[in-house]
């Protein structure tokens, strides 16, 4: 427990620095840059694409020397170096940079820090150690988005890369806090078990689940998109803010309860149930034209992502072979991560010649597909 609490913490900090920025890139992009929905929509996939290709990779060195601390620690310090290039920004380029470099950290220690979380778990408890993290690395968000608000409000702050600076400071810590994590011995060094990977080794079940998180992704674009929604729709940039503020509060909310849920009742259903959520609020997204609207429809984007972020993490270590643990949660993430391109660049070219409601009526329909196709891939969890 003490791994993960210490992780949770980092994630804590870290989460403060990473959405004192996140909020307020596509609005910064759009507003103070001139960039075109399309060119956030390019620079979000190309970030989480080729960012993504490093999470298997280094979940398979993890699992090869059986080492995850050196792999986390590093991630979160390059995570830390993209935000500064953020700060010194003029141009949408240095943006992209920026992002790549953030995007980057988070793959090295994405599937390494998952497997510490695993492996420092008890077995029939997972969901809820995940669930936990989840929780502390939300609470952060909701931390760093009202300290956002509280700069470009209560001091008036003009320049959004003020933020871009202060962001710097919780990320510094998150990274030395890392160093009092104490790594245990894996299960593969316990038991033995060589170190083994292979595609057609994996249970049917969790091959299928990969398979069918690409084929969603393609319809879930970058949650930026749901930010430059709501101010298309006369929202102010503070007020934007205040939407994503309640959709972090719902989602520190959810996490932990569904994901320690899920070890009482089963993966299946929580997951089910969050991907149906997802397909209502992207319907209501391209749906309403009240400004009003998009303090209910963030709050049920958060119970989507509270549903399905901490339960899909545990459901893949509970079905993957122990022994290559962190590359499967990486190759999960890699999947993922890949499909965000072309979902990225596909919502921001409908946005653009078709109208902003257009990539949203998509996500929905792939809502609610997965939703479906979950209940029958997903047998007996």
């Keep these: 427990m003490f791994n993960i ?38 620079i979000e996939g190309i970030a989480e694409s080729l960012a993504s290709l ?50 980057m950290g988070k793959g090295i220690r994405t599937a390494p820090r998952d497997a510490l ?8 408890k997972r969901g809820m150690a995940f669930g936990l993290h989840r929780t502390m690395d939300t609470v952060g968000a909701f931390i760093g988005v009202s300290a956002a608000f509280f700069l470009l409000t209560t001091f008036n702050v003009r320049d959004m890369r003020i933020v871009f600076l202060a962001s710097l400071l ?3 810590l998150g990274v030395g806090i890392l160093f009092f994590v104490r790594e245990r011995k ?17 249970d049917k079940r969790l091959k299928l689940f990969l398979v069918f998180s690409f084929i969603f992704t393609l319809g879930n674009s970058s949650n930026q998109f749901l930010l430059l929604r709501a101010q298309n729709a006369g929202n102010s940039v503070a007020k934007v803010l205040l939407f994503y503020l309640v959709y972090n509060i719902v989602y520190a909310l959810v996490s932990f309860p569904a ?8 993966r299946k259903k929580i997951l089910v149930l969050g991907y149906l959520f997802y397909g209502i609020v992207y319907l209501g997204f391209a749906l309403t034209t009240s400004a009003h609207m998009f303090w209910f429809l963030f709050g049920i984007y958060g119970l989507y992502i509270g549903f399905t972020e901490g339960v899909e993490k545990a459901l893949i270590t509970d079905i ?17 991560g890949i499909g965000l391109l072309p979902a990225s660049v596909f919502a921001g070219i409908l946005w653009k010649y078709i109208g902003p409601s257009a990539p949203f009526y998509f996500g929905s329909f792939m809502g609610v597909v997965a939703s479906i196709g979950l209940w029958f891939i997903l047998k007996d969890l």
């Excluded at 609490?5 to 890139?25: Q, R």
């Excluded at 390059?78 to 949408?92: A, N, P, Q």
């Excluded at 994901?259 to 089963?266: E, T």
């Design 5 to 42: 609490i210490i992780l949770g913490i980092t994630s804590l900090l870290t989460d403060i620095s990473s959405e004192m920025v996140y909020p307020l890139i596509p609005l910064y992009l759009v507003n103070t840059l001139g960039a075109s929905p399309a060119i956030l929509g390019l």
């Design 54 to 103: 490093l999470k298997v990779f280094s979940g398979y060195f993890s699992d090869k020397i059986l080492v995850r601390k050196p792999f986390t620690i590093f991630g979160y310090a390059f995570s830390t170096v993209g935000k500064f290039f953020l700060y010194i920004s003029t141009g949408w380029l240095q943006v992209l940079t920026g992002r790549i470099i953030d995007r």
């Design 117 to 124: 979380i695993a492996d420092s778990s008890q077995e029939g």
């Design 170 to 172: 919780p990320a510094a």
């Design 186 to 202: 894996t299960e593969g060094k316990q038991t033995g078990k060589k170190f083994s990977f292979s595609w057609k080794g994996l």
């Design 259 to 266: 994901a320690k849920l899920s070890d009482r009742i089963g």
């Design 320 to 336: 993957s072979p122990v022994n290559v643990r962190a590359t499967t949660i990486g190759l999960h993430a890699t999947i993922v």
